[in-house]
């Protein structure tokens, strides 16, 4: 069991955790590479170089680069590591190893206030995108928790899985309703309504940054939080902490990371799943580490798994949210089937 004392982890242990973190992020930078050099027209390597060390507006080689893969690429390494965060502290605050935004319908919340919005209100700007997404996320959590947390058993993982299932199914069948009676809303969002990279300039990163990089300092001042909360919060309140408030402070990263992961990049399911379990086996369930490995691990699986579907559907391609689904699926299957998941 974790405790305040055994988290204070000898030098043996931190070095090899170090040296993981650094070769993560040297794979992370590979996939960036590849991101940005990988597309529907195949560029040669020298061009690629060329576009981004000597920068012509004129040539169309050069802009596919800078108007096309540069964004694409780094609204996967923001909305990936925001997913990746937000699905950590998701299942430390419910003890929960079946939590995850796409899950529990926090994604699909956002989607669907966005998907208002836009349909009775006109909103047409990431900023307005941002603030509906927030509001969806924040109603669909609390929606969620307070279904789960009915009878007996309180909120067991299983019911609050089934739970934010059925929710999910909910706010995306309430969101398909809406994009087929109103051909405008649904011409311009069909792509994003899947999860995806693509189709999004360098306006999106610039306006979504700050509210990113408040829920980055957020996610990554809770590990005290976690780590006590992951002993139960009578042990939590012995220790000190107020567990309350830090489990408010949590969800309010969680709804600003996935708020804005979602109005960048559309409801993309499982990353926030799966992610956290791959870094959990490296790391044990130390969030001092885990939140850092999640939030380098968790990009990298989203580049990689977009870069697969431009890949294996030439001339076109298929939207990461769809590649995310057919990686994460089975994968939640086989959490679900474990008698016992490691938390």
Same mark, same amino acid.
């Given at each position: 069991?974790?405790?305040?004392?055994?988290?204070?982890?000898?030098?043996?242990? +931190?070095? %090899?955790?170090? !040296?993981?973190?650094? /070769?993560?992020?040297? &794979? =992370? *930078? #590979? @996939?960036? $590479?590849?991101?940005?050099?990988?597309?529907?027209?195949?560029?040669?390597?020298?061009?690629?170089?060329?576009?981004?060390?000597?920068?012509?507006?004129?040539?169309?080689?050069?802009?596919?680069?800078?108007?096309? +893969?540069? %964004?694409?690429? !780094?609204?996967?390494? /923001?909305?990936?590591? &925001? =997913? *990746? #965060? @937000?699905? $950590?502290?998701?299942?430390?605050?419910?003890?929960?190893?079946?939590?995850?935004?796409?899950?529990?319908?926090?994604?699909?919340?956002?989607?669907?206030?966005?998907?208002?919005?836009?349909?009775?209100?006109?909103?047409?700007?990431?900023?307005?995108?941002?603030?509906?997404?927030?509001?969806? &996320?924040?109603?669909? @959590?609390?929606?969620?928790?307070?279904?789960?947390?009915?009878?007996?058993?309180?909120?067991?993982?299983?019911?609050?899985?089934?739970?934010?299932?059925?929710?999910?199914?909910?706010?995306?069948?309430?969101?398909?309703?809406?994009?087929?009676?109103?051909?405008?809303?649904?011409?311009?969002?069909?792509?994003?309504?899947?999860?995806?990279?693509?189709?999004?300039?360098?306006?999106?990163?610039?306006?979504?940054?700050?509210?990113?990089?408040?829920?980055?300092?957020?996610?990554?001042?809770?590990?005290?939080?976690?780590?006590?909360?992951?002993?139960?919060?009578?042990?939590?309140?012995?220790?000190?902490?107020?567990?309350?408030?830090?489990?408010?402070?949590?969800?309010?990263?969680?709804?600003?990371?996935?708020?804005?992961?979602?109005?960048?990049?559309?409801?993309?399911?499982?990353?926030?799943?799966?992610?956290?379990?791959?870094?959990?086996?490296?790391?044990?369930?130390?969030?001092?580490?885990?939140?850092?490995?999640?939030?380098?691990?968790?990009?990298?699986?989203?580049?990689?798994?977009?870069?697969?579907?431009?890949?294996?559907?030439?001339?076109?391609?298929?939207?990461?949210?769809?590649?995310?689904?057919?990686?994460?699926?089975?994968?939640?299957?086989?959490?679900?089937?474990?008698?016992?998941?490691?938390?």
């Amino acid at each position: 069991m974790l405790t305040e004392t055994t988290t204070v982890l000898p030098r043996r242990r +931190r070095t %090899p955790l170090a !040296l993981g973190l650094v /070769l993560g992020l040297v &794979a =992370l *930078g #590979l @996939a960036v $590479v590849a991101s940005i050099a990988v597309g529907a027209k195949g560029l040669p390597p020298s061009t690629v170089l060329d576009a981004l060390l000597h920068h012509d507006p004129a040539d169309p080689d050069h802009l596919i680069i800078w108007e096309v +893969r540069i %964004p694409r690429t !780094l609204i996967g390494l /923001l909305a990936g590591a &925001a =997913l *990746g #965060l @937000a699905g $950590v502290i998701i299942q430390g605050v419910t003890r929960n190893p079946l939590a995850d935004p796409g899950i529990l319908g926090v994604n699909a919340g956002a989607s669907l206030c966005i998907v208002v919005a836009i349909s009775l209100a006109g909103i047409d700007s990431m900023t307005g995108y941002v603030w509906f997404a927030f509001l969806g &996320a924040a109603l669909a @959590a609390i929606l969620v928790y307070g279904i789960g947390s009915l009878g007996r058993d309180r909120a067991t993982p299983l019911k609050i899985a089934l739970t934010g299932a059925a929710c999910e199914a909910a706010f995306r069948s309430l969101t398909t309703g809406i994009l087929v009676t109103d051909n405008a809303t649904y011409e311009q969002f069909r792509f994003w309504q899947v999860g995806s990279l693509a189709g999004r300039d360098s306006a999106v990163v610039t306006q979504a940054l700050p509210f990113l990089i408040a829920g980055f300092v957020l996610a990554l001042a809770s590990p005290r939080i976690l780590n006590g909360l992951a002993l139960g919060d009578d042990v939590a309140r012995g220790l000190g902490q107020n567990v309350a408030a830090g489990r408010a402070l949590s969800a309010v990263a969680v709804v600003v990371l996935c708020g804005t992961a979602t109005a960048m990049a559309g409801p993309i399911a499982f990353v926030g799943l799966v992610v956290p379990h791959a870094a959990r086996l490296i790391t044990g369930p130390d969030h001092r580490w885990l939140l850092p490995y999640s939030m380098v691990l968790a990009p990298l699986v989203l580049l990689a798994a977009d870069i697969i579907g431009r890949l294996v559907a030439q001339p076109g391609e298929l939207q990461v949210g769809i590649v995310t689904a057919a990686i994460g699926a089975p994968v939640f299957i086989a959490l679900v089937r474990r008698k016992r998941v490691r938390g």
